[in-house]
Nanobody, 121 residues
Framework: QVQLVESGGGLVQVGGSLNLSCATS????????MAWFRQVPGKERESVAA???????YYADSVKGRFTISRDRFKNTVYLQMNNLKPEDTAVYYC???????????????WGQGTQVTVSS
């Protein structure tokens, strides 16, 4: 059974930092893209960052220069370092693996359960 488990979310003040992790199990995502998305109630899930196997990275304009995505191939884990957090970054953050189409579209084969990130002002 394939599982993606996010961790590292929480409550942080404006300007603070968090480092999210996504551990995978059940299979190895060798050669596949992994990504982070986020969603707030009433809105569509939006892309945050993606990383290919190469690795090549992609970022949403709203997080460029503040967030960094990385992956550890041996640990089958992907990370999202979030710096200079803003209230608008508040959302549930989801890890995704194995892109089926564009790497920044929410069309992935596997998803985690999400971790809440709340940025207080």
């Amino acid at each position: 059974q394939v599982q993606l488990v996010e961790s590292g979310g929480g409550l942080v003040q404006v300007g603070g930092s968090l480092n999210l992790s996504c551990a995978t199990s059940g299979r190895e995502f060798v050669g596949y893209t992994m990504a982070w998305f986020r969603q707030v109630p009433g809105k569509e899930r939006e892309s945050v960052a993606a990383i290919t196997w190469t690795p090549k990275t992609y970022y949403a304009d709203s997080v460029k220069g503040r967030f960094t995505i990385s992956r550890d191939r041996f640990k089958n884990t992907v990370y999202l370092q979030m710096n200079n957090l803003k209230p608008e970054d508040t959302a549930v953050y989801y890890c995704a693996a194995e892109a089926r189409s564009g790497v920044m579209t929410p069309n992935y084969a596997y998803w985690g359960q999400g971790t809440q990130v709340t940025v207080s002002s």
